[in-house]
């Protein structure tokens, strides 16, 4: 019987660097985080699990064509890994200044399904996806895989609040906030003008930037997209339509904001935004879009206009049972900071940018 509590337990024990054991069918897995565990004399481990891509930049040469970059990869080296050794592999912030690591072997997975769900488990957390193997450390919570499956229906989604909410873009707005019981996400839904059946909404899916919404980062155009968003959402409104904001609590498209700052980092050495990700051990895109399509369904949004310049998006709200009537281009001038992070988008994600 699965409970997403366990889900919620294992990404407290991962956030407070504590062992976790995460099963599967194929059997269990346990597991300490390279990144977060504390330094304690004595803890060493055989193995470690890391990522597809991690190992492809360790230079293990079976690795170096994977076409899934966070999937779990096993591997030993000639000595057993200490915390301190794990936590320099885990990073890919030390990659240029010590590239001679290793030799390094991958092993087979016997518990593939465990492994997976780990990676999961990891960037959920917010983490370095890293782990040792089988410390002996005490082990704070248990998760399976099928407890990661439930804790992740967008069915378990439901409205908790909402209010009348005046913004800058239009003084007629409402606020809808959004919350799974066992889960510490908080999304928003801001709808512009009077929700009606007779007119299509306009719709934009806005994962949240901290760096970019609030701080006004230079280095993605998240701030001006979402500035433009409201603003063409309040001439709708103006003119009898309505426009609604999904605002999603997706820091980094899903990675987590220390995560994406690292992620920043690796961009100054001269990494493009995918290969930065995928140094990490991360997909590119991580984004929780069936929880963009609960949120519609609660809202009773069938039908929409879609604000984006991206086609996969409409094809992946499409595939949710979202009708996506038109595909309204958002695209904003470039500035010298974030011209590579949107030529990245246009050639190696497939944005509709000129």
């Given at each position: 019987?699965?409970?997403?509590?366990?889900?919620?337990?294992?990404?407290?024990?991962?956030?407070?660097?504590?062992?976790?054991?995460?099963?599967?069918?194929?059997?269990?897995?346990?597991?300490?985080?390279?990144?977060?565990?504390?330094?304690?004399?004595?803890?060493?481990?055989?193995?470690?699990?890391?990522?597809?891509?991690?190992?492809?930049?360790?230079?293990?040469?079976?690795?170096?064509?994977?076409?899934?970059?966070?999937?779990?990869?096993?591997?030993?080296?000639?000595?057993?890994?200490?915390?301190?050794?794990?936590?320099?592999?885990?990073?890919?912030?030390?990659?240029?200044?010590?590239?001679?690591?290793?030799?390094?072997?991958?092993?087979?997975?016997?518990?593939?399904?465990?492994?997976?769900?780990?990676?999961?488990?990891?960037?959920?957390?917010?983490?370095?996806?890293?782990?040792?193997?089988?410390?002996?450390?005490?082990?704070?919570?248990?998760?399976?895989?099928?407890?990661?499956?439930?804790?992740?229906?967008?069915?378990?989604?439901?409205?908790?609040?909402?209010?009348?909410?005046?913004?800058?873009?239009?003084?007629?707005?409402?606020?809808?906030?959004?919350?799974?019981?066992?889960?510490?996400?908080?999304?928003?839904?801001?709808v512009l003008g009077t929700q009606t059946s007779e007119r299509e909404p306009l719709v934009r899916l806005h994962s949240e930037c901290l760096t970019g919404d609030v701080l006004g980062s230079l280095k993605c155009d998240c701030g001006p997209q979402l500035d433009a968003a409201l603003a063409h959402m309040a001439e709708e409104a103006n003119a009898g339509g309505w426009g609604v904001l999904l605002y999603l609590r997706q820091e980094g498209r899903g990675i987590g904001l220390i995560n994406k700052l690292r992620a920043y980092?690796?961009?100054?050495?001269?990494?493009?935004?995918?290969?930065?990700?995928?140094?990490?051990?991360?997909?590119?895109?991580?984004?929780?879009?069936?929880?963009?399509?609960?949120?519609?369904?609660?809202?009773?949004?069938?039908?929409?206009?879609?604000?984006?310049?991206?086609?996969?998006?409409?094809?992946?709200?499409?595939?949710?049972?979202?009708?996506?009537?038109?595909?309204?281009?958002?695209?904003?001038?470039?500035?010298?900071?974030?011209?590579?992070?949107?030529?990245?988008?246009?050639?190696?994600?497939?944005?509709?940018?000129?």
């Amino acid at each position: 019987m699965t409970d997403t509590r366990n889900v919620a337990r294992a990404l407290d024990a991962l956030r407070h660097g504590w062992a976790i054991r995460v099963t599967g069918a194929d059997g269990a897995l346990d597991l300490l985080p390279a990144e977060t565990a504390f330094v304690q004399p004595g803890i060493y481990a055989a193995r470690l699990l890391i990522s597809d891509a991690r190992a492809a930049t360790l230079k293990l040469a079976n690795q170096r064509d994977a076409a899934v970059p966070e999937a779990p990869v096993l591997i030993r080296g000639a000595e057993p890994f200490s915390l301190s050794a794990a936590r320099n592999l885990a990073d890919p912030a030390q990659d240029l200044g010590s590239p001679l690591r290793g030799p390094f072997k991958a092993d087979p997975i016997d518990t593939g399904e465990a492994a997976t769900a780990a990676m999961e488990l990891a960037r959920l957390a917010g983490i370095l996806p890293a782990f040792l193997v089988s410390t002996g450390v005490e082990i704070a919570a248990e998760v399976s895989a099928a407890d990661l499956a439930q804790f992740k229906d967008p069915l378990n989604l439901t409205i908790q609040a909402r209010a009348r909410l005046p913004v800058h873009a239009c003084e007629h707005a409402e606020i809808v906030a959004f919350r799974a019981r066992d889960d510490l996400r908080e999304h928003v839904a801001l709808v512009l003008g009077t929700q009606t059946s007779e007119r299509e909404p306009l719709v934009r899916l806005h994962s949240e930037c901290l760096t970019g919404d609030v701080l006004g980062s230079l280095k993605c155009d998240c701030g001006p997209q979402l500035d433009a968003a409201l603003a063409h959402m309040a001439e709708e409104a103006n003119a009898g339509g309505w426009g609604v904001l999904l605002y999603l609590r997706q820091e980094g498209r899903g990675i987590g904001l220390i995560n994406k700052l690292r992620a920043y980092e690796l961009q100054d050495q001269g990494f493009d935004t995918v290969d930065a990700n995928e140094r990490l051990g991360l997909p590119s895109e991580a984004r929780d879009f069936p929880v963009a399509a609960r949120m519609l369904d609660l809202l009773g949004i069938a039908r929409l206009r879609l604000l984006t310049n991206n086609p996969q998006k409409v094809a992946t709200l499409r595939e949710l049972g979202v009708e996506v009537t038109e595909r309204v281009a958002h695209q904003l001038p470039a500035n010298p900071h974030n011209q590579r992070y949107l030529d990245t988008k246009r050639d190696r994600t497939g944005h509709l940018l000129r």
